[in-house]
């Protein structure tokens, strides 16, 4: 499973980035409006510190305007995803901007069916957002079961599922049993995939049995 950062802080993407084991970001025009920072120099600066594809949302909602600032967004680099919203509008510049070898992000899916769409219209990925359906008393986790098992029923279908509005541990645990191909994480959420309280007891036992030994490991 690839692991994106959903968050347009550039700080905390510069941090994590040095893990070695982020694989793209996520922004939306929340995330962007939170950051407070200009549009396209924030994302500039993300496109820069990941090499992997880095979602950068229009903002228009007809096809036109959507392929019109698609265009420019990807001009700011070569590792640019731009985000189109679930919409026939959004489907139209999907499969303009990809025929232009530009990658795009069908974002704001809450259905099988607009996966479907999505991925006919030749998406790179779509984002079905568990923690949104959640929210509503539905299950977001059945939505990447179902879009994952229609996409397999079919040759030709390469949308990679992105699992978005991830809020625990436990969603990108279920996302990659369901097999989403991308989970995109909140810093938050990312930094709690490696703590567990038996990781730290565990290595406060060794470290203390090490010290009582008096040596040390060699370096060289
Ligand atoms: C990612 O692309 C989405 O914009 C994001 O995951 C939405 O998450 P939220 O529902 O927590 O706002």
Redesign the pocket.
Known sequence: MKFFI?SADVGEIRELSQTGLIDGV?T?P?LIAKSGRKFTDAIAEICDLVDGPV?AEVTATDAEGMIAEGRALAKIAENIAVKVPLTWAGLRACRTLTDEETMVNV?LCFSANQALLAAKAGATFV?P?I??LDDIGEDGMQLIRDIRKIYDNYMGLDTEILA????TPVHVTEAAKAGADVG?LPPGVFRQLVEHALTDKGLAAFLADWEKTGQTVPRK
């Open positions: 959903d996520t939306n929340t979602s974002t984002s957002f923690g949104r978005a509005s991830i809020r995109t």
